[in-house]
Structure formats: C-alpha cells, structure tokens
C-alpha cells in the first residue's frame, strides 16, 4: 500500500470510529508506527484530523459521532414512535439529526415509502431497505451535520409534498421555538415545514430549554413533539400551550 492508499485508509476508518490508536493502526495496515504517524502529521497538515497522544481524532465528524452516542435508548424510542406514524405509500421528509436518521430503521415492513432527505445519516440507514424511495437532496455537504444545505437543498425540496416532515433540533423552548447552530439547517428544516401536511419535531428531553443559535420555528408552527419520558411535567405542560406533546 503507498502513501496515498495507506493515508486514504486512515481517513475512512476515522470517518467510521472516530478515534484511532497509532498501535492498532499500524498492525493493521502493515506499517511501522513511525509510518503511521507521519501519515497521521501529514493528514493533520492539511486540516484532515486532529492528532491527539497516541492517535488521532476527526476533526470534521467528531460532533455529530459524539451525538449518536448520546441518550441512545431515549433517541431509540422516539424514533420508533415517529416511525409508527408512517403508513404503506406514505411521503416523508426526513431532517438532518441523529434522532431523525434512526426513524427509517424502523420502517421494516413499510412499503412503497417515498423519503425525500438531505441527510446522508438518513441516507445511510434507509439505503439497507428496498422497500423504501430514497430521494437524497443535492446542496452543499456540511461536515458538522452531515447534511446537505443551501440553495440547492432548498430547491430540491420545494418540489416535493409530502404527508409527514420530521425535523431535529440543537434546542426547543415555548419562548425560543425550534433552534440550531447553523441558519442553513433551519432554512432547510422550515422549507420541509412549508411542503408537509404534518411537521414533527423528534428531540430527546436533553434539548428542552438549550437554545442554538438561530431560532427557525415557533412550536405553534409544527403538528407536535416526540420526546421521552424524563423530560418533566412541568415542561411538557409548558409545551402542550403551543403545540401537541407525545411522550415515549
């Protein structure tokens, strides 16, 4: 394996797992850890990763890696709830989100589903069922979210009604609505709101009073909520003035 293949193999595991040890790494590609880690300082030289003691970690998929470890179970229930709500020959949208991408691994069994997304995670996990229409959207790819954005993503989606749209959120509160890190995603999110006959947030009770920071929806401006059952009565009651609750 040259340098280009051996630095290439090094970015696809990272891109899986994350992490890597300089060890392991080596072992398995046949190197030297003294290879490796000039490889690794190479990557790091042209922004590719970030080099930690004995290893390197992702410097562009960290955050959303991290975030699909999070409230795994919790993000697994809400999911599935989402999920039920699709029927045979249903038209979905699918947000970016790590919640969001779970919903079409509970879609077995579901057919003729079109699903228009711009989430590669979404992608990901639907493209193991063939039962269902996967429509990726075009746009420019952000890392962070693993998302497609911009005016592309925006015109690709404005062509489509649908049934159901599911959106994720960094954060909802009654007095801040539906937020995010980045105005792209909460354009894409609303343009998903405007061609869907029913909008539903799916956000773990970890997000209820986070704020991002834009605000794009006003919970008066989507059909409901799916979130878990940690989050207090006190909130869901606060959340039931403005839009309907369901709680798993």
């Given at each position: 394996m040259d340098r280009v293949d051996r630095q290439g193999a090094i970015l696809a595991r990272l891109a899986g797992d994350g992490v890597l040890a300089v060890s392991p790494l080596a072992a398995e590609l046949g190197v030297?850890?003294?290879?490796v880690r000039a490889d690794l300082q190479a990557l790091e030289d042209q922004g590719l990763l970030v080099?930690?003691?004995g290893g390197a970690r992702s410097s562009t998929l960290k955050h959303i890696l991290q975030r699909q470890?999070?409230?795994?179970?919790?993000?697994?229930?809400?999911?599935a709830a989402a999920a039920a709500l699709v029927s045979d020959d249903d038209t979905v949208m699918v947000e970016a989100?790590?919640?969001?991408?779970?919903?079409?691994?509970?879609?077995a069994g579901r057919k003729g589903v079109q699903i228009v997304t711009n989430s590669t995670l979404v992608f990901s996990n639907a493209?193991?069922?063939?039962?269902?229409?996967?429509?990726?959207?075009?746009?420019?790819?952000?890392r962070d979210s693993e998302s497609m954005v911009g005016p592309i993503a925006k015109r690709s989606i404005e062509e489509f009604n649908v049934r159901l749209a599911f959106l994720g959120t960094d954060g909802f509160s009654p007095e801040r609505g539906l937020t995010t890190r980045f105005v792209e995603g909460g354009e894409v999110a609303t343009v998903m709101r405007d061609r869907a006959a029913e909008t539903w947030l799916v956000a773990d009770s970890s997000k209820f009073g986070q704020a991002g920071f834009v605000s794009f929806l006003p919970l008066s401006g989507i059909t409901g909520i799916i979130t878990d059952s940690q989050i207090s009565d006190e909130a869901v009651q606060s959340l039931k003035e403005h839009t309907q609750v369901r709680v798993v």
């Open positions: 030297s850890e003294v290879t080099r930690t003691r470890k999070i409230n795994v179970e919790q993000k697994e229930r809400i999911a989100g790590t919640t969001a991408a779970l919903i079409v691994r509970f879609l493209r193991l069922n063939p039962a269902l229409n996967i429509i990726l959207t075009g746009g420019v790819f952000r």
